[in-house]
């Protein structure tokens, strides 16, 4: 069971599988990014050694070899900026095979140079390789693992068989301490790299908890006083971009104190509740910002062209809240819990004065009996009450 639990510890960087896997799409691109500067790099060398070893020095086989590596690098560079980019964002996950790909062939190059290409000196290039490729990406331990251990078994029969000792022992010893290095390197840093992903989305969660308690009511769930008015403010700078007017609805419970007292405040907040619910389906199915701005008093802002259709809103709101049916029996007109209604359409030159006018019309609303809607007309100066269409 103990060693069960060490491997996979070591296995998943110190936490679950679940984890490991949710977070490992940030290591994928990490990963990519890092390939990609590397071809970069690679591209700015094997161009200008490919030409060097062409025309300087006559020798075609490293032209060849330095002009393939180009090609390749070429093409890793290309793949690493699609994805990227978004192109294959479905195939997120085949960077580890792109990073595994490259890796081998990094190491196979190195094994040729340090067993064929140098067979009487010592296999520098092939002993950094072994540490360089583990140390520039956050690796899995176990694919790292299962990449670098058979590639490095494979280099030391190889230059013991090539090569006479003393060398191949010099280098067998200085490949496996490259190799062990990098492993517990390579282990480190990838979970250091991991430790810093999930701390980033801890503190991402955190910050968006914390925006939404400062711009959410926290009974209604529907946006605060704040948030709603700094909706106004945008729909304003959206309504002066695009000529549009700026429309206003203020909704109010009607007799919500008399509620409170005959039911109890914790059906008071229930009320809110349900209200709440009711007015952010709304908004949400016909793209409106609805908020409590406090009491029992409700706010919803839009850019609007029609007033007909400002008044279908007004009135779509308040039927939705009398739809409801719920019992008020101490209501001074009404058997159920209505609502009345303020609007005010204006143009953007003079939209800050909207809520002031929806407000006003709200109380004449009030004032000709509740559960009805009055407009504001900015043509006329007058409050036009919706429902009985009279004028006041």
Known sequence: MRMKNAWNKWRYLGYDRETTVRFRMESDRANLLTLKRISVISLLVTAPLSLAFGFLLQNRIGSLLCAGAFVFMLGVFFLCRSMLSGALHKRTR??????LFVSLITYALGIYSGVVANKGELSVVIVWLFLLVQISFDLPPLQNALTVLPCGILFMA?????????????DVMYAFCSIVVGLYVSHHQTRLALDNIIAQNCLTEANFALYHTCTTDELTGLSNRRMVFERFDAVLEHCVASGMDV?????????????NDTYGHPEGDTLLKRIGQTLAAYGDEHGIDIGRIGGEEFLAVWNESSVEHCVCVAEDLRSAIERMGIPHRTASDHPIVTVSVGLCMLPPASARRSYFYADKALYRAKDAGKNCSCRYDAETGEYVLIRSRRKQ
């Open 247 to 259: 429309a206003c609805v203020v909704l109010d419970i009607d007799d919500y104190k008399q509620y």
């Open 158 to 170: 190889l230059t013991c068989a090539v090569k006479s000792a003393p060398r191949c022992y010099y």
């Open 94 to 99: 085949s960077a580890n095979w792109l990073v």
